[in-house]
């Protein structure tokens, strides 16, 4: 059963257990094979394809109504973050070297997430279509349903660089990376539910050429 079966399926009640369980997947099959670069590791190829297949094809409804213009607001939210998501731990990995100590490729790994993650932020300030207000309603409700995910996120990236589990460079990067593909998946469930449970706070507000109903 993998961990997007399991997030999907609703039977993932805290991200820890995506993340244990990305783990041992991992752990597993680096036990099994020669450690390949972490630049071309399938993270890159997964945000890709969410971006490119499923983000665009997802349906967001309200009462049992599809609704385009949180459809619209959900996607643009997900694009924006995946793609500095995806650009950020991208230029992580072409900085990072095997001659690195644990605590560099901590502090590699910490701040390029946190420098991603203000990159989304302003862009989300900058270019969602929405008044101050609103976009602070719709990132607050998003922040709060995935707060829990981002603490076990960074607690995940001192415990891949500062354990035992891994020996090199390498292969904490690697991990660190088979983590992000589990949040991926969850970022995606936390965004639709935060979205979804706004319930009347959108309605009647313009997105694009779109009524939130």
Same mark, same amino acid.
């Given at each position: 059963m993998t961990i997007e079966y399991i997030s999907q399926a609703g039977l993932l009640g805290v991200g820890a257990i995506a993340i244990f369980l990305t783990y041992l997947y991992?752990?597993?099959?680096?036990?099994?094979? *020669?450690?390949?670069? *972490?630049?071309?590791?399938?993270?890159f190829n997964l945000v890709e394809y969410e971006l490119l297949n499923r983000i665009p094809? %997802?349906?967001l409804?309200?009462?049992?109504?599809?609704?385009?213009g949180r459809t619209e607001l959900f996607r643009d939210?997900?694009? %924006?973050?995946?793609?500095?998501?995806?650009?950020?731990?991208?230029e992580a990995m072409v900085?990072?070297?095997?001659?690195?100590?644990?605590?560099?490729?901590?502090?590699?790994?910490?701040?390029?997430?946190?420098?991603f993650v203000k990159g989304y932020q302003r862009e989300w300030k900058d270019t969602l279509q929405l008044d101050k207000d609103k976009i602070a309603l719709v990132t607050n409700k998003f922040n709060k349903w995935h707060q829990s995910k981002v603490e076990m996120y960074m607690d995940s990236i001192r415990g891949?660089?500062?354990?035992?589990s891994f020996s090199s460079v390498r292969e904490k990067a690697n991990a660190?990376?088979?983590?992000?593909?589990?949040?991926? %998946?969850?970022?995606?469930?936390?965004?639709e539910e935060s979205l979804g449970s706004l319930n009347g706070d959108l309605s009647g507000t313009q997105y694009?050429?779109?009524i939130i109903k």
């Open positions: 991992f752990k597993k099959k680096l036990d099994e094979t *020669p450690v390949s670069n *972490p630049q071309k590791h399938r993270f094809n %997802i349906k409804y309200h009462n049992e109504v599809y609704c385009k939210i997900l694009q %924006i973050k995946f793609k500095h998501w995806e650009d950020g731990l991208r900085m990072g070297n095997d001659k690195m100590s644990d605590n560099e490729l901590q502090s590699l790994l910490e701040r390029a997430t946190l420098n891949i660089c500062q354990g035992n660190f990376l088979e983590v992000n593909c589990s949040m991926l %998946i969850l970022t995606i469930i936390d965004a694009k050429d779109n």
